[in-house]
């Protein structure tokens, strides 16, 4: 954990993810309460409580890293960071590939349907 405090302590300074944002409907915390023991679900709460500023214009999608990424041993390591899309679903989590191995289609569509009227994130997009 002491890693995700650091990394969210680096992206604290640029202002870009305030914790305010993330509602009940978001797709994080939709994520969250879907699959509470992903390692994402668990780091995420440790990340987002280093984010305590007022929201401004700017954003970005939440960064989205990898089990592995902090581990101490050798091998392959995934973070994926994006910019502002300047979209109205920005704010979210960077949902796309990195889920589809972990998640089927059924569960990908109880997701798209936890998060109410913000269903951006269905397969037809």
């Not at 305590?52 to 890293?65: H, M």
């Not at 704010?91 to 589809?100: D, E, M, N």
């Amino acid at each position: 954990m002491k890693r995700i405090s650091e990394l969210a302590q680096l992206f604290a300074k640029y202002k870009v993810y305030p914790k305010s944002c993330y509602d009940y409907h978001s797709p994080v915390r939709t994520f969250q309460r879907m699959f509470p023991e992903n390692h994402y679900s668990k780091d995420l709460e440790v990340f987002l409580s280093y984010q305590n500023y007022e929201p401004a214009q700017r954003g970005a999608d939440l960064s989205w890293w990898g089990k592995k990424f902090f581990a101490k041993g050798k091998g392959f390591r995934t973070m994926v960071i994006s910019q502002d899309t300047a979209m109205e679903d920005a704010k979210s989590i960077v949902l796309a590939s990195q889920f589809f191995p972990d998640i089927d289609k059924a569960q990908y569509q109880e997701f798209i349907n936890e998060m109410g009227v913000k269903k951006y994130f269905g397969f037809n997009r």
